[in-house]
């Protein structure tokens, strides 16, 4: 037990020292850069069954404090009004147009085909992937550009704030944002030139039209899962210049609203973050348990309580910090942590049973 707790504060030491990290240096998209030009834009929304979020979306992006940019919305054989409602925004404003989705071939994941035809039809020199529960800031286009720009970049990701309204969104979605600002310095994605040390958010991934063809676009991973993941590491793979920010009140988005769209959803996922290896997998299982559940449990056993004090109060600050700097709700972060760490654990452990048995489904298409 007390070596479990030493290794605990050790693993816990090196994840605060990156939170703090990213919180003092850490790109912000919010930044204001300053344009060098304006290149034309295309915005890239597929949309599955999305009546309720496609409207808002498309109006943020009509929103948008920028010249020169048009919006495609892709209609993915949607059951619902999603459809009806791309076509009603494409006839009262020109700068939209609403795209019938072709049917799935084989061999490929639904949004990987979605944003392929969507790629097809944009003639803008920077593309720009998001979904429809994703909400812009008016200034969301002007500042990606302008960073694109600044550091010469092929590839901009930012992962956006996350709004949640149940306890399940408010217990698992900021432990999977944890993941990123507590596990991976973001100027290391700029700077550093290994695959492994690549991250991207498809909710709000912009490419220029060279790096994208470059990299063989949402084709060169038309079967994967995390395919954002998969496209920022294989721009690296090229050479080209990625960078990774945060999207905190620039691009915000409610990715879930219940306990079964949670579950579902992070199923679909997890697994999928350490490209299906099973010994990385159960590995970052333990450590994650080891380091945020763990010393909560050990904290009653008197031989190390005091230690275990301290891995909770590394625990607490880590959580604390990344709750202010990123706007996750504080009493589910902070105070529920280790409830939030041991449900997405189990939601990971579902991800690699359901991958492994073939079963994965979303949106009612099989994976």
């Known amino acids: 037990m007390f070596t479990l707790i030493i290794i605990s504060i050790v693993l816990l030491a090196v994840i605060l020292a990156v939170t703090l990290f990213n919180t003092v240096t850490a790109p912000m998209l919010k930044k204001s850069i300053g344009l060098q030009n304006c290149p034309r834009v295309s915005v890239l929304i597929p949309a599955r069954n999305e009546e309720t979020n496609i409207g808002a979306c498309i109006d943020g992006f009509l929103a948008q ?22 076509e009603a925004f494409a006839a009262r404003h020109p700068e939209v147009r609403a795209i019938r989705g072709a049917s799935l071939p084989s061999g490929w994941m639904g949004k990987n085909w979605a944003c392929h035809q969507l790629s097809q039809h944009a003639d803008g020199e920077i593309l720009i992937f998001t979904d429809a529960d994703n909400r812009p800031a008016p200034n969301a286009i002007a500042n990606t550009v302008a960073y694109m720009q600044k550091f010469e970049l092929g590839l901009l990701s930012a992962f956006p704030e996350k709004i949640t309204g149940s306890l399940a969104e408010k217990l698992v979605v900021p432990v999977v944002d944890m993941f990123v600002y507590a596990g991976l310095p973001l100027w290391l994605t700029y700077f550093s030139r290994f695959p492994s040390l690549a991250a991207a ?52 988005c409610r990715m879930y609203h219940s306990f079964g769209e949670v579950w579902n959803g992070f199923s679909k996922n997890l697994f999928g973050l350490v490209r299906y290896r099973t010994v ?26 005091k230690l275990s004090f301290v891995a909770i109060f590394m625990n607490v600050t880590m959580r604390t910090v990344l709750a202010l ?43």
């Open 201 to 252: 958010s498809g909710l709000w991934i912009a490419f220029t039209r060279d790096a994208y063809q470059q990299i063989g676009g949402h084709q060169a991973v038309s079967n994967q899962i995390v395919e954002d993941v998969e496209l920022s590491r294989l721009a690296k793979k090229k050479g080209i210049k990625i960078l990774t920010a945060a999207g905190t009140r620039v691009v915000s």
């Open 325 to 367: 700097k990123y706007k996750h709700p504080f009493f589910a972060s902070v105070v529920l942590h280790p409830l939030g760490v041991l449900f997405t654990l189990l939601i990971g452990i579902n991800s690699f049973y359901q991958v492994k048995r073939g079963r994965l489904q979303w949106k009612g298409r099989q994976i």
């Open 65 to 86: 404090k920028y010249d020169n940019f048009e919006i495609h919305v892709l209609d993915d054989q949607s059951t619902d009004h999603t459809g009806a409602i791309i």
């Open 280 to 305: 990385a997998f159960f590995v970052l299982t333990l450590a994650l348990f080891t380091m945020c559940v763990l010393p909560y449990i050990t904290v009653w056993f008197g031989a190390v309580t």
